[in-house]
Structures are given as structure tokens and as C-alpha cells.
């Protein structure tokens, strides 16, 4: 294929309007392309019999086919029979004949008999007919006749036609069909626009592509509609708003649009993930380009639907975009320590200061409302697009203007953007609407406000004083960190996102504010985030706690009370992940509609992972109670009380297989990591016991001794001389780390530092540490896991390696966007990041490191 722009052939190019709406196409979720045959990827010939398509467009349409999440298919008036024959065109490519009659080959075989009979019928009329005009042909048809005219002498052609028509007007239940020097004459009402609409059902397409030449065509381009594209091809009175000249043109065409299409689902174009802001109220969160646009924003809480998924689906998704209007590119920061995004277009020309509301504190959590603001100054010109999409773009959005503002009308919520002295211009978009607006900021600061849980478009308290209260919210909060002298500026923005993930109203901590990014662009390995895993929001609350935050660590017991509450009474049983409030997650399900980060399909809303057994989650949970009591916070006999629940699971389930930390969607298996944690469990809880409440458990201490001599006789391998991964087998997982790092064996045990040497070189690949390469059932591979690099950076630091340790820690700083965030995973052979983001385990680990490395 040649280049987007680039014609491979002398053929006129093709016109800029149609190229930016192949563009946008190129990036459908997922896209039919269905053309004509004769006249538009073939030439018209006086033989009929001889019309073949061009090589190139062949060639194009074979690529397209190939392509992921794109179909093709050829919608003809000709017999299925004869269209697979001259076509050649490969089984991935749909035929389908006779105006949409023949979908298969067998269609003439099973056709009524009284239906045949008066094809037939037709047939023998039109017959008599050709003898008398010499030039004439027939072209007989499963459901129909076509009389051909194209080979005659000009001056002949129209008496043969009237008598075609004269003979048509004396039959019953006939359908005429006028094409391109033709007239068929059909016995089955059926035409290419209920073709085109039972393929695109069929393949479940999100847009389309037709082009036709004929008259006939005009059927299939009236079913367009929304993001879909009609090109006509030649002369003549068309509904299609796209025209080409010739079948040469529509090779090109084709060319451009496979070239894009491979372009975007490889990766091109987009914003890479590292890149991309967080905003968060502690309710919700935004996700924010480096050009200050916002492309996710789910409301009105973290998990619920998005109505700015852009980031998921292209801009056909939703996002709120400023710009500014000399199109300059912005240089974007967070301002001091807030969560507060200050993006500058050129030399202050246009400034905007983006954040999530939390000037009322706790209480306005509470109380359901989110307020995203976007304050605009500068002295220049900025272009604003609002541009919502309900439920993830798959709900018709409807734009009301009214004084000082916008309303979105349909919402199941309510949803209304406050913008005084704003002139709004709405345009219909497919099934949405979206609203445009430009303003001159040498006349003023613009505030949009768009405000979740409301109707109200009245002024409230003013944003500069808004904006102070949210800069001391979190600028108060992170002064009183400690932080290490190891990158402690990186610390603090690790700590203030994993503040920022916190669910405000119900202590819980997010493992992350997206859902689908992928851990393999262009693959399926695409999980939903917008949760909270019992395992990783204890270690993201341990994190707090080591930088001497408690509060969100007790927030979070009190969460994992209330889960055990509403639960059975049965701790053994506690799923892996909750919703953030604590409920069940709804079941996993595809949003079909999205096209996927880079074409990463399916995007997923829910988590199956819910169901699974995930024995360790105990393990992080007492390591807390713990690191707690270490640290002289409040812990009462109701912490006492989980930490006996929490032993409890342990004894009675220790011994099972379970789906490990990595949830891999497999047969259960003795994970070693889980064993671990088991004995973590057990370990913290004798030391809270002695330390904290002054109990004493002797049973507990054998309970313990009895997990370790099991996880010594079962998950060490002497052949490999590592800890593997489960007790089946020789494959490695940079989980085992833990054996050492929580202090199941010391230091300079051997057997350590032996998995350690395994780890790094099967798993280790320069900047990054790959979980396991074991096959795990999907396909694709994923990239090196930030926290199990962090591991190993700490593995390095307990057998005193610390130039290593230091080395690879700045390699993993390296790995951060420009804001400092950090996503779940890195591919060292691409040089990009992958997984959800910003992740709370690569911020915990990277907090973890530094802290250990200041030691």
C-alpha cells in the first residue's frame, strides 16, 4: 500500500473533503465497506461475461478484508454464480447477487417453483425480443432478467428498450430495475439498500462505507446515515454526498482508506497513554490530553458510563476540547502539589486551568454533585467543542441552550455546562448533537463549568475562591507527607494520584479511573479498573501509611467492614473486587460500540475477576492492620476482630488452588504467590497480636510454620533453582519475589536470591519486568508490569545491589508521561506504555522503592 496521501498511480487524487471523512471512518470501531461491481471495481465492458475488477482495487479490497474489525463486501446486480467467478475475490469478502437476492449459492436451488416458473417466463418474452435486436443479450439471473443493450448500435438501442418496456407493462408482480444500459426485470422485490442493512447487521457494523455508479445504488445509499459514507462513481443525480470519476478513482480511494484503517489499528495517531492527565474530585475523574482535551469522563461516579469515552472511541465518543485558535500545541503541567491542569497555548495566549471541584469537602462528596471546571484566560482566541455522548456514545445526545449555559436535555442524570457570556452554536452529529463556540479572551476570563447532579445554571461561589479551596485541599494534604530523599517530587505526585483514586464517600481505592486501555494494542487483553481490589488498595493505603497518611487507610478498613457486612458473615468468600461503594459489580459485559484504544477490542464495562478465587487478598489486608498498629494509629477490637476473621480464611482454605494475583482465567492452580500471602496473613497477625492487642495465638504460629514448610517443599525448584510460579510447574512469575521481600525467607537465603537471578534474566527486559511468559490461554503479548519492576528494584536493594536497584529505578521514572503519571505496563520493544492509567500499583511501587532506597 502507499502512503494516506499519496496516489499509487496516474489517477486524479482525491478530494480533500472526501480524504478527512475516509480518515474518520478509518477509525469505526467496526467498519463495513461494501461497493458495487460493474462500474465501480470493474470497468463496464460490452461483454458482461468479461468484466473484471482492477488489479489494484482487488488488491485493495483483499487488504481491507484482512484488516481487524473490518468487513467487505460486494453488493451486485449480477448472479452470485457469475459475480464469484469474475471477481476472485477471496472467502473474507462477502458476494452478494442479484440485488441482494443471493446471499449464497444455493439460492436458485431452493426458489419457489412458481417463482421460477415466472422468471422463466420473463425469459423466454425477453428472448424474442434479442432476436430482434441484433447487439441485444440476456443475462439470466436466479431472481431475475437482465436485457443488455450496451453492445448495440446507439441508433437501435431505444426501440429495443421501449419493446423491453412494452413487454414488462403486460406482466404482473414484475420489478423494473434501469441501470446502466440495462433493464432487468426481476420476479422478487429485494434491492442493494436492504442488502447493505442485512450485511452491516450481520457483521455488526458501526459505519459504512458504499460506493456504487448505478441508479440501482441510489437504494443502498439511502440507508446511510450518522458516520457512514456514500461515494457515487461517474455522472448522474446521486443522494450520495461524495463523488470519484471513474473506477480508477475508487482504487484509489480504496487504497487510501486501507492505508489508514492498518494506520489506526497499529497504533498511529494516538495520544500515547503515559501522556494523558488525571483530574478527581474523589468522586470521579477526568482524563485529559496534552492539546487539553478531555476524552474520558464517566458520571457521575468513577464507574459508571462515560459521556467523553474519546478515548476509547475516537472523537465520534465524546470529548471537551479548548484550543486555541492559532492551533499551537499547549505546554501542560500540574500546578504545585494539586491536581489542578494548567495547559499554556503559546506565550499565554490562551491558558486553561483544569480541575474537579472539591472546594466543599466531604460533605458535597456525599451529597452526589461533581463540578469539572474549565477556567479560560489568555489574550487570545479560543475554540471551544463540547461535544457529550451518553452512556459511551450509545444514547442519542441532545444539546439544549439556555440562559448562561448548556442542558443536556435526554440525560439520565442531570448533566448542564454553566458558560456565561458563551454564544453557543449547536450542530447535529448522527445521532448527537455537539456545541461549538468561540471566544476572545482580551475581553475576559471564561469559566465553563459542567456540573454533574444539577440542573441549576445559576452562579454559585466564585471560581477563584473555588479554586483555593481545591488548591489547599490537596496541597494541604501532601505537605504533610514525608517524603524520602529519593525522587520526591515523583513521590508526592504518586501519592497525590493515589489520593486522587480514593472513592471519597465510601473509602474504597480504585485500581485505577479507566477500563480497556490495553495491556496489547490491538488485542483483547482490555480489563475494567474503575473498581477496588481488596489486594490493591490495601497496598495503595499501605503506601499512604509509609509516608505517614493514615486516614485513607482507615478509610479503607471501614470499607472493608462494611463489604463483610453486607456479605454472607463468611470472610473465606469475599470476592477478589467490589464496586467502589462496596456493592457486587455488574456482569462483564462488551461496549460494542467503541472501537478500543488504538482498535484494542472489546472494551469492557464490569470485571469477571469478581467470581474468581483469589486466596491472597487476605495477606495485604492484615499486612495493613499491621503497618498500622507499627505506626501508632487508632485500632480498635473491631480491627482485632478482622484480623481473626481474616486467619480465619486462611485456615480453612490455605490448601485450595486458586486463580492467583494475575486472575488468569484458567484452571486454578498453587499459586506460590497466594501461598505467600496466606503466610503473611498468619505471620502479621501473631505480630499484631503480641505487639499491638497483647494476645497471643499459639495455634496460629503452627498454622504458620505448616504454610511455609509447604511453600518450601512444593515451590522451590531445585532444577530451575527458583521459586516458580505454582507448584505444577517450571515456569517462573516475578510475583514469587515476595518470598523475600515479605520476609517469608531472609535476605541472604540462597534460595532468594536464586529467584531473583531467575526473574532477571527470564523476565527482566531493560526498563521493565514482565509478569510471566507463560501461556495464559489469550492471545497477544503484554508488555513488562511497572510493579513487578518495582519488586525487583527492591529485591536488588535487600541483597544490597543498590547501584543496580538505583539504575533501574530512574529507568522506570523514564517510563512516566510529562504530568508524572504512570501506566500498569511498558513495552520495551515499542517504547510505549500499555494498561489502564494512571495505575495505583505503579505509583505504589514506585513510592515503596524510593522509601527503601532512602534507607
Not at 461491481?37 to 488488491?59: H, L, Q
Not at 482465567?665 to 505480630?687: F, L
Not at 492471545?779 to 508490569?785: A, I, L, Q
Amino acid at each position: 500500500m502507499t502512503d494516506a496521501n499519496t496516489p499509487s498511480r496516474d489517477a486524479r487524487p482525491i478530494a480533500e473533503p472526501l480524504l478527512d471523512a475516509l480518515g474518520e471512518l478509518a477509525r469505526t470501531p467496526m467498519l463495513l465497506v461494501a461497493t458495487d461491481y460493474d462500474g465501480t471495481i470493474a470497468p463496464i465492458v460490452d461483454d458482461p461475461m468479461r468484466a473484471v475488477p482492477d488489479r489494484e482495487t482487488s488488491v485493495a479490497l483483499r487488504t481491507l478484508a484482512t484488516l481487524d474489525q473490518t468487513h467487505v463486501g460486494v453488493i451486485s446486480s449480477r448472479a452470485l454464480r457469475d459475480l464469484a467467478a469474475l471477481s476472485r475475490l477471496p472467502a473474507e469478502i462477502h458476494l452478494v447477487g442479484s440485488h441482494g437476492s443471493e446471499f449464497d449459492v444455493d439460492f436458485a436451488i431452493r426458489m419457489d417453483a412458481d417463482v421460477a416458473a415466472r422468471r422463466d417466463a420473463i425469459g423466454e418474452g425477453l428472448a424474442a425480443i434479442v432476436r430482434d435486436h441484433p447487439g441485444a443479450s440476456l443475462e439470466q439471473k436466479p431472481a431475475s432478467v437482465a436485457f443488455h443493450w450496451r453492445a448495440m448500435d446507439p441508433d437501435s438501442a431505444p426501440a429495443a428498450v421501449a419493446a423491453v418496456d412494452a413487454f414488462a407493462a403486460t406482466l404482473d408482480d414484475v420489478i423494473v430495475r434501469k441501470g446502466k444500459m440495462v433493464t432487468e426485470l426481476g420476479v422478487m422485490s429485494t434491492n442493494k439498500g436492504l442488502a447493505l442493512e442485512t450485511l452491516r447487521s450481520s457483521v455488526g457494523a458501526g459505519a459504512v462505507l458504499f460506493v456504487g455508479d448505478d441508479v440501482t445504488d441510489e437504494d443502498a445509499f439511502a440507508t446511510l446515515t450518522g458516520p457512514d459514507v456514500g461515494v457515487k462513481v461517474g455522472a448522474g443525480e446521486t443522494a450520495a454526498p461524495y463523488r470519484v470519476g471513474d473506477t480508477s478513482d475508487v482504487a484509489t480511494m480504496l487504497e487510501h482508506l486501507a492505508t489508514m484503517r492498518a494506520d489506526w489499528l497499529a497504533g498511529a495517531g494516538l495520544v500515547p497513554i503515559e501522556q494523558h492527565s488525571l483530574l478527581s474530585d474523589q468522586r470521579t475523574a477526568a482524563i485529559v490530553t496534552p492539546d487539553a482535551r478531555i476524552t474520558w469522563f464517566c458520571a457521575p461516579r468513577l464507574d459508571d458510563p462515560a459521556i467523553f469515552a474519546e478515548l476509547l472511541g475516537g472523537p465520534t465518543a465524546g470529548h471537551f476540547t479548548v484550543s486555541s485558535a492559532t492551533g499551537d500545541a499547549p505546554i501542560q503541567r500540574y500546578v504545585d502539589e494539586t491536581m489542578i491542569l494548567e495547559s499554556t497555548f503559546g506565550d499565554g495566549q490562551v491558558v486553561v486551568t483544569d480541575y474537579l471541584d472539591v472546594s466543599d469537602g466531604r460533605p458535597n462528596l456525599i451529597a452526589g454533585r461533581s463540578d469539572l471546571i474549565r477556567h479560560l484566560s489568555g489574550t487570545g482566541t479560543a475554540t471551544i467543542e463540547f461535544a457529550p455522548r451518553l452512556d459511551f456514545g450509545r444514547f442519542p445526545t441532545q444539546i439544549e441552550v439556555r440562559d448562561d449555559g448548556l442542558e443536556l436535555a435526554n440525560a439520565r442524570d442531570l448533566i448542564v455546562l454553566r458558560s456565561p457570556g458563551v454564544d453557543w452554536e449547536i450542530e447535529p452529529s448522527g445521532p448527537h448533537q455537539t456545541a461549538y463556540a468561540t471566544v476572545d479572551l482580551s475581553a475576559g476570563d471564561v469559566t465553563l463549568e459542567l456540573r454533574v447532579g444539577t440542573a441549576s445554571l445559576r452562579g454559585e461561589s466564585d471560581e477563584s475562591r473555588r479554586r483555593a479551596h481545591t488548591t489547599r485541599f490537596w496541597a494541604d494534604w501532601a505537605g504533610l507527607l514525608e517524603l524520602p530523599s529519593e525522587a520526591p517530587d515523583f513521590v508526592r505526585r504518586s501519592a497525590l494520584v493515589l489520593k486522587a483514586l480514593v472513592y471519597g464517600p465510601s473509602g474504597g481505592i480504585a485500581a485505577a479511573p479507566t477500563t480497556s486501555l490495553p495491556e496489547h494494542l490491538g488485542g483483547i487483553r482490555n480489563w475494567d479498573y474503575r473498581y477496588c481490589w481488596l489486594r490493591d488498595a490495601a497496598l495503595s493505603a499501605a503506601a499512604l501509611v509509609r509516608l505517614g497518611s493514615h486516614t485513607e487507610a482507615m478509610d479503607y478498613l471501614d470499607w472493608v467492614f462494611g463489604v463483610l457486612e453486607r456479605g454472607d458473615g463468611e470472610p473465606e468468600r469475599l470476592n477478589p473486587l467490589y464496586a467502589l461503594d462496596g456493592g457486587k459489580l455488574p456482569p462483564e459485559a462488551d461496549i460494542t460500540e467503541l472501537a478500543g484504544y488504538g482498535g484494542s477490542r472489546p472494551v469492557r464495562v464490569g470485571n469477571a475477576a469478581d467470581n474468581q478465587v483469589q486466596l491472597d487478598v487476605f495477606g495485604p489486608i492484615v499486612d495493613l492492620v499491621h503497618l498500622l498498629g507499627e505506626r501508632g494509629a487508632p485500632l480498635s477490637t473491631q480491627h482485632w476482630r478482622l484480623v481473626e476473621a481474616m486467619v480465619g480464611a486462611v485456615e480453612k482454605r490455605w490448601n485450595e488452588p486458586d486463580h492467583g494475583i494475575w486472575e488468569i482465567r484458567a484452571a486454578p492452580r498453587h499459586h506460590v504467590y497466594s501461598k505467600v500471602m496466606c503466610w503473611v496473613t498468619v505471620d502479621r497477625a501473631i505480630r499484631i497480636g503480641n505487639d499491638v492487642f497483647g494476645r497471643t495465638r499459639d495455634d496460629w504460629v503452627g498454622l504458620r510454620d505448616q504454610i511455609a514448610e509447604d511453600i518450601f517443599e512444593n515451590g522451590w525448584n531445585e532444577t530451575v533453582n527458583s521459586f516458580t510460579a505454582a507448584y505444577d510447574g517450571t515456569d517462573l512469575d516475578a510475583s514469587v519475589l515476595m518470598v523475600g521481600l515479605a520476609g517469608l525467607v531472609a535476605p541472604d537465603d540462597p534460595r532468594f536470591e536464586g529467584t531473583v537471578r531467575g526473574v532477571e534474566a527470564q523476565l527482566r527486559d531493560g526498563p521493565t519486568v514482565y509478569r510471566y511468559h507463560h501461556d495464559d490461554g489469550l492471545p497477544g503479548v503484554e508488555g513488562g508490569f511497572h510493579l513487578m519492576t518495582s519488586w525487583l528494584i527492591d529485591s536488588y536493594a535487600l541483597l544490597g545491589e543498590l547501584d543496580e536497584a538505583h539504575s533501574l529505578f530512574r529507568k522506570l521514572l523514564a517510563t512516566a508521561g510529562e504530568t508524572g503519571l504512570l501506566a500498569e505496563e511498558y513495552d520495551p520493544v515499542a517504547h510505549r506504555s500499555l494498561g489502564n492509567h494512571p495505575q495505583a500499583y505503579s505509583h505504589l511501587g514506585v513510592i515503596n522503592n524510593a522509601l527503601n532506597l532512602s534507607r
